[in-house]
């Protein structure tokens, strides 16, 4: 057998000036800038997420109708909208029951779940107006960022005593999940009505669940990427730092 040769040795020089270099130390630092603030600004985007279908009831009470409509048309992707399972803003009420509704007038008698969820109906000054996401997903979204809160709140305590986040086991996560499944699987084939209580409780219990179960690993991810990305100054990088490739 002929002896085979190895291959020479690649040198790969990273660049250390011009648009590359610039562009690679930008990347770098917004990694670094993420893995400070990821909680902080996954907290501020579900704010904003769970706010807004707030705001649509109070542009319609102050006439701003447009945006107000905005507002619902974007949700709607996201959320049934059914007015007999979402909470009333500046009415008489803050829900509503269908046969309540049908029997004020205010949506037609008889329809199935998918023609009053296409009738859209947002409210009217006589019973107030519609968030623009149920009960259900008030509770989910609204425990996600009470919980995201609560998290940032025990994570520096932890973090000075060099403890390790308490993390959700999966088969306790499926628990969490059970009740929000049978109260709204048995609802949607019919079997029976929740209630808006009901509603609260399995949703915030959903939405709760799933912040204990994924942050804690996130945050590893992020303490990971700020070790990896960290000065060492007992190993200094030399300025035409180079790195030899097989």
């Not at 990273?14 to 270099?21: D, N, Q, V």
């Not at 979402?86 to 049908?102: A, D, I, K, M, Q």
């Not at 300025?239 to 490739?245: D, F, H, L, S, V």
């Amino acid at each position: 057998m002929t002896d085979q040769k190895k291959p020479p040795d690649v040198e790969v020089r990273l660049p250390t000036t011009g648009p590359l270099a610039r562009l690679s130390h930008a990347v770098d630092r917004l990694a670094v800038w993420l893995a400070q603030h990821w909680l902080a600004l996954f907290n501020a985007l579900v704010a904003v997420f769970v706010g807004l279908p707030f705001l649509a009831p109070v542009l319609m009470h102050v006439g701003a109708a447009g945006p107000a409509r905005v507002i619902y048309a974007i949700y709607a992707p996201t959320c049934h909208q059914l007015p007999e399972r979402s909470f009333f803003l500046f009415g008489p009420r803050g829900v509503y029951t269908e046969l309540e509704l049908e029997t004020q007038g205010e949506i037609p008698a008889g329809l199935n779940i998918f023609q009053r969820q296409a009738l859209r109906f947002i409210g009217t000054p006589e019973t107030g107006y519609k968030v623009a996401i149920c009960e259900r997903d008030t509770a989910i979204y609204g425990a996600i960022l009470v919980s995201g809160l609560l998290f940032g709140v025990l994570r520096t305590p932890l973090a000075r005593r060099r403890a390790r986040l308490p993390k959700m086991p999966l088969w306790m996560y499926v628990l969490v999940l059970l009740p929000a499944a049978v109260d709204g699987g048995s609802q949607l084939v019919g079997l029976r009505e929740s209630t808006w209580l009901l509603r609260l409780i399995t949703g915030g219990l959903f939405g709760a669940g799933t912040v204990w179960l994924a942050y804690p690993y996130v945050q590893e991810a992020m303490a990971d990427v700020l070790k990896t990305s960290a000065p060492n100054p007992e190993k200094q990088t030399p300025p035409n730092w180079t790195k030899t490739a097989p």
